[in-house]
């Protein structure tokens, strides 16, 4: 998703025809490589097909929101994994939005574009899809997460939860102030970009055309912090 918003519009909702330009080398760098190494795919690509025939290569892109869920390898926790452990771990509740998609989801997206019949993917045509779920609040996710796992409400982990709201525009910009003090440039920027700025995707194209559905978030969660937990990434004490 990096390749199609920096700083989500007010209302707006994004689709396959966006395109993220306002990333940088000094702002959001992560989302600028994204976007550069797309563009430089399409640029190749569209070189072979004026070489070689639109027929000679086909490429599609499949664009991805926040994957989680069980990693295959217990050694392998992914900058997602990561988000989700720090959720647990909010000073505060904070007007953040999250649009989880489970890494099966992705895989199956893949395999599906590759094998349709009917999906015509010339490098002049740019075939892109989205590939995310619903868009969440974090207090929805805490919400969840303090109902699904009230078993182990003698846990640290579980006790570190968030429950005081700084949801408001005063307690966003108060959010902001603490982590130009105390956090990394990519996390003040990540903040900047997308606290009080809800984001929301149109994934009909991917539905429609490869006959995606997609895994609810809840389910998602449960997964990605039982694997965590399994594996010591959460600590269970």
């Not at 995606?212 to 594996?231: A, G, N, P, R, Y």
Request: overall charge negative; hydrophobic content about 40%.
């Amino acid at each position: 998703m990096a390749a199609v918003v920096d700083t989500p519009e007010v209302d707006k909702i994004y689709t396959e025809k966006d395109w993220n330009e306002i990333s940088s080398v000094h702002k959001n760098p992560y989302y600028y490589s994204k976007v550069c190494a797309e563009k430089a795919a399409w640029e190749f690509m569209e070189q072979v097909e004026q070489e070689e025939g639109k027929d000679f290569l086909e490429m599609v892109t499949i664009l991805p929101s926040t994957v989680i869920g069980e990693s295959i390898l217990s050694c392998h926790v992914s900058v997602s994994h990561e988000m989700v452990k720090k959720i647990t771990e909010f000073p505060a509740l904070v007007a953040l939005t999250f649009e989880f998609i489970h890494v099966k989801d992705v895989a199956r997206a893949h395999v599906l574009s590759m094998e349709s019949k009917t999906l015509t993917c010339h490098p002049s045509k740019r075939e892109r899809f989205l590939i995310c779920g619903e868009t969440v609040t974090l207090r929805q996710v805490i919400e969840f997460m303090r109902e699904h796992f009230k078993a182990k409400s003698d846990k640290k982990w579980f006790k570190k939860m968030p429950t005081l709201s700084l949801e408001g525009s005063f307690g966003s910009g108060l959010i902001k102030v603490v982590a130009a003090l105390f956090e990394s440039k990519d996390v003040i920027q990540y903040l900047n970009s997308n606290i009080g700025k809800p984001l929301y995707f149109d994934t009909s194209k991917a539905k429609k055309e490869l006959g995606m559905d997609f895994k609810d978030w809840k389910s998602q969660i449960v997964e990605t912090i039982e694997f965590l937990i399994k594996h010591g990434y959460i600590k269970d004490e």
